[in-house]
């Protein structure tokens, strides 16, 4: 089993920053891909980063050149370094994992979500 446990949301002014941290424990061999996601109340969940475990990272479209995700492999956790957060943004966010555990066999896992709010 692999826990995640989130850090870091809260309740931000427009264009203000906030940085979530992903800690990742359990019956880990290898982590692959690590990422974030988020659901807007009303909307389904949606991707906003992935980075692999070489440390290549992949946006979308609408985080692209305002968010940084980044990762500790010897802390297993990952990083979300939001800047100049819209109203938009408002959502839980949700950190993912990708593991292996000893005996190979392939693990999706999922945080508890945190709660980002951002103010007009």
């Known amino acids: 089993q692999v826990q995640l446990v989130e850090s870091g949301g809260g309740l931000v002014q427009a264009g203000g920053s906030l940085k979530l941290s992903c800690a990742a424990s359990g019956t880990i061999f290898s982590i692959n891909d690590m990422g974030w996601y988020r659901q807007a109340p009303g909307k389904q969940r949606e991707l906003v980063a992935t980075i692999s475990n070489g440390g290549s990272p992949n946006y979308s479209d609408s985080v692209k050149g305002r968010f940084t995700i980044s990762r500790d492999n010897a802390k297993n956790t990952v990083y979300l370094q939001m800047n100049s957060l819209k109203p938009e943004d408002t959502a839980v966010y949700y950190c993912?994992?990708?593991?292996?555990?000893?005996?190979?066999?392939?693990?999706?896992?999922w945080g508890q979500g945190t709660q980002v709010t951002v103010s007009s």
């Open positions: 993912h994992v990708e593991s292996r555990g000893y005996g190979g066999s392939s693990i999706n896992s």
